[in-house]
């Protein structure tokens, strides 16, 4: 950056309804992803980084520096002062209709949380989401799948083990899913700026909506089955694929493609290679789970489904993403529900979201924030148009 002259995107007609791709609108200060190395925080190779406190990836995103011991007690010793979720929330949240998804329990969370507890100070609220937010995504799968009230928080456990005691899984090793959470909350902090809930989540900010509403509207763009719900739906497409048999994984790849049906857990807007993202998962699950069916299938469909989308001349990434075999390990250590996945993924990527929220609305353009999103449009097909073209 520097030269403000510089062209980075020259826009054609073609580059119109493509959901922006490829156009840089903004710059970002926590994380990049490159279209072969994947995702970097800060500078750094997220699977360099997979074995962090979950605490310490948080501070990295909102400080842009790896903490020192005595920073990253201070931060734990902070969090913690902030987790107290107000009772009224959650009083409000187990009201709620079990028709409803999960991932609409959480929006609803974060409007009530934002009606009854927001400061209006983006770093404030901010913080305070995240250190919360394990206590709300607890008291919505209690409260949601029946399992009786919510369990006690015990802050100073750390925030994935707190969540992971709260959430009570019943049947769960608690040992293997805390390895598996901490993990996965890492991975799945930030992307860049241009992932759907981000951009969204940014844009609705733009507007000065305070940190609850515009995370709230993050959450309903990544409850969409393309972005964050893909991996609830990719345990279900390896549940009805029902095999690990690799010829007959192939042909249900296939038969899904022929029928126009997404090949969940692959592919991707801007990656051009496996999701390392992806690769730590498939690691973590030979620790956690090797003899797991559900996890042998998803590397068998690692293979399978890549070959079959290699052959289809318009997808532009036939490899795995984040989401092709978190659900297997998920499973494989006892949350055996899908239908709670992307509230996991929710739960680690309101983090980057408010970090990412906290730089445009206080830091970007020397502390003037980021101006109000309103790119152009092309008026077509309107009959009644007065104007000269
Ligand atoms: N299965 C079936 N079709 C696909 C797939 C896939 N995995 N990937 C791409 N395509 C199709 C895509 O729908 C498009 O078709 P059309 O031209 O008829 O509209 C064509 O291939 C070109 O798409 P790309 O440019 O390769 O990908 P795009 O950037 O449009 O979409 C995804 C990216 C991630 C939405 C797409 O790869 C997909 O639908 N994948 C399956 C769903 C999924 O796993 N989503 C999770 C992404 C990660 N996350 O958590 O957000
Ligand atoms: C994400 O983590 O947000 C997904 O990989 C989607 C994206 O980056 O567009």
């Known amino acids: 950056m520097g030269d403000e002259n510089k062209v ?20 970002v200060f926590t994380s990049e992803v490159d279209p072969q190395d994947g995702l970097h925080y800060v500078g750094y190779p997220i699977a360099d980084l997979a074995d962090l406190d979950p605490e310490a990836a948080i501070f990295l995103l909102f400080h842009k520096h790896l903490p020192s011991e005595a920073e990253l007690a201070d931060f734990k010793a902070d969090l913690v002062r902030r987790s107290k979720v107000d009772p009224r929330v959650v009083a409000l949240i187990t009201a709620l209709p079990p028709e409803g998804h999960p991932m609409e329990w959480m929006i609803a969370a974060l409007n009530f949380a934002g009606m009854l507890c927001k400061t209006g100070d983006y770093r404030e609220d901010g913080l305070n989401v995240v250190a919360q937010m394990p206590e709300l995504v607890a008291a919505i799968y209690r409260g949601r799948s029946g399992w009786g009230a919510p369990i006690q928080s ?26 598996l959470m901490r993990v996965f909350y890492v991975l799945h902090m930030d992307h860049g700026g241009g992932n759907l809930s981000t951009f969204v989540g940014k844009a609705v900010a733009s507007g000065k909506s305070d940190m609850y509403a ?31 048999d ?5 042909a249900f790849v296939r038969s899904e493609m022929a029928a126009g049906r997404s090949i969940y857990g692959f592919g991707h ?121």
């Open 269 to 389: 807007a801007v990656l051009r290679a496996e999701d390392p993202r992806a690769g730590v998962q498939y690691n973590l699950g030979r620790e956690l789970c090797p003899d797991s069916e559900i996890f042998q299938r998803a590397l068998v469909m690692r293979e399978r489904a890549v070959k079959v989308l290699k052959e289809s001349p318009k997808v532009k990434n036939p490899y795995p993403n984040v989401d092709a075999v978190s659900g297997s390990l998920l499973q494989a250590c006892g949350l055996t529900d899908a239908e709670y996945y992307t509230v996991l993924f929710g739960l680690a990527r309101c983090s980057g979201i408010s970090a990412q929220i906290v730089d445009e609305r206080l830091v970007h353009r020397g502390g003037k924030g980021v101006a109000i999103y309103r790119p152009d449009d092309i008026p077509v097909n309107q009959p009644h148009r007065r104007l000269q073209a």
């Open 246 to 250: 690799p010829d007959a994984v192939e």
């Open 8 to 27: 980075l995107f020259q826009i054609t007609e073609a580059n119109l309804d493509t959901g922006l791709r490829g156009m840089p609108v903004s710059t």
């Open 154 to 179: 015990e802050p100073e456990r750390g925030l994935i083990e707190n969540f992971v005691h709260m959430m009570g899984v019943p049947g769960a090793d608690p040992a293997k899913l805390t390895r």
């Open 214 to 244: 515009s995370l709230g509207a993050s959450m309903a763009g990544l409850y969409g089955p393309l972005h964050g719900r893909a991996n609830q739906e990719c345990l279900n497409f390896l549940d009805t694929c029902g095999t690990n």
